[in-house]
């Protein structure tokens, strides 16, 4: 007995059905195992973590390189409070500065420095040959396409603000 009732769990039903399971189950290693397959490298090759290199990834592409710190916490899913002790770390190597907002005394900016600028330049190349290796290779052309269209249907659910769909390419 192989109907479509079989595949897919009713909406009403607590559990997921056997396909939805066993997809689930490879996507939840593919989230849990990939931030340290990332983190590890841009340690070993940029001393970065891999969220520190995406601070920096998101303040390079901002205009004039400086975003108010609640926009950079928004872009990095993180709390203020996380984003001001990694901000604070980066600042003590030189590569972000904070200054206050000049349209809002009250709020804070980040800015990438010079530095800063040149850490990431260095960091991508690595960073985009071990997302290429562990993520696209295994990937057909169509299967690169799906890959886009179900993370912008899975992003329009759990992100309806489109917060975190510009930062590496628009």
């Not at 479509?4 to 066993?22: N, R, V």
């Not at 990939?34 to 490298?41: A, C, F, I, R």
């Not at 205009?63 to 980066?90: F, K």
Request: aromatic share 6%.
């Amino acid at each position: 007995m192989n109907d479509d009732s079989t595949t897919i769990a009713p909406d009403d039903s607590p559990w997921l059905s056997p396909e939805q399971l066993s997809a689930w189950v490879r996507f939840i290693g593919v989230v849990e195992l990939l931030p340290g397959v990332l983190d590890s490298q841009l340690q070993r090759d940029s001393g970065l973590s891999h969220f520190e290199y995406y601070v920096l990834a998101i303040l390079s592409e901002a205009p004039d390189r400086t975003l108010r710190m609640t926009g950079l916490a928004a872009r990095t899913n993180a709390t203020l409070p996380r984003l001001s002790h990694v901000v604070t770390r980066l600042e003590k190597r030189g590569l972000v500065a904070r200054a206050v907002c000049d349209e809002d005394r009250r709020a804070m900016n980040a800015r990438l420095t010079d530095a800063g600028w040149d850490a990431v330049v260095e960091a991508a190349p690595g960073h985009a040959r071990t997302v290429r290796s562990h993520v696209f290779e295994p990937l057909s052309d169509e299967q690169v396409a799906q890959l886009h269209m179900i993370s912008d249907l899975i992003l329009g659910k759990i992100d309806p603000e489109g917060r975190r769909s510009l930062p590496y390419g628009r």
